[in-house]
C-alpha cells in the first residue's frame, strides 16, 4: 500500500519559518491535486493549500502571505513553505494527494493521505 510520507514539522518561534515536504512511497499513477489539510486540537481539519497539476493554487485566507504551496511534478513531491508563523498556526499537517481515474463509468477518485506532521508555534 503506497503511503504519502511527511517531513519537515517541528517546533518554532513565533515569526519564524518551515517547511514541511511530502512525497509518495511509491508509485502514484494519475494523480491530480496535492495539498496540505490541518487539524487543531478540538478543532475540525481545513484545508490550507492546495495545487492543481497545472500550478494552480488555493490557499485559506488566514495563511494567505504567509504560506506558499508548491509541486515537483517529476516525483509528485509537495512542499509547503510557511513564514510569520503565528501560535494559531499550531496544528498536526496532512498531506494529501487525489488520485483521478477515468473509468468505463465515468470518472473516480481517492484520495491519499500522510500519516500528519506536528507544527508547533511557541516561545
Known amino acids: 500500500q503506497v503511503q504519502l510520507v511527511e517531513s519537515g514539522g517541528g517546533l518554532v518561534q513565533p515569526g519564524g519559518s518551515l517547511r514541511l515536504s511530502c512525497a509518495p512511497s511509491?508509485?502514484?499513477?494519475?494523480?491530480?491535486?496535492m495539498g496540505w489539510y490541518r487539524q487543531a486540537p478540538g478543532k475540525q481539519r481545513e484545508l490550507v493549500a492546495d495545487?492543481?497539476?497545472?500550478?494552480?493554487?488555493n490557499y485559506t485566507d488566514s495563511v494567505k502571505g504567509r504560506f506558499t504551496i508548491s509541486r515537483d511534478n517529476s516525483n509528485n513531491t509537495v512542499y509547503l513553505h510557511m513564514k510569520s508563523l503565528k501560535p494559531e498556526d499550531t496544528s498536526v499537517y496532512y498531506c494529501?494527494?487525489?488520485?483521478?481515474?477515468?473509468?468505463?463509468?465515468?470518472?473516480?477518485?481517492?484520495?491519499?493521505w500522510g500519516q500528519g506532521t506536528l507544527v508547533t508555534v511557541s516561545s
Open positions: 495545487i492543481t497539476n497545472g500550478g494552480s493554487t
Open positions: 494529501y494527494a487525489r488520485q483521478r481515474i477515468i473509468t468505463n463509468s465515468g470518472p473516480r477518485e481517492y484520495d491519499y
Open positions: 511509491g508509485i502514484i499513477p494519475s494523480i491530480n491535486g
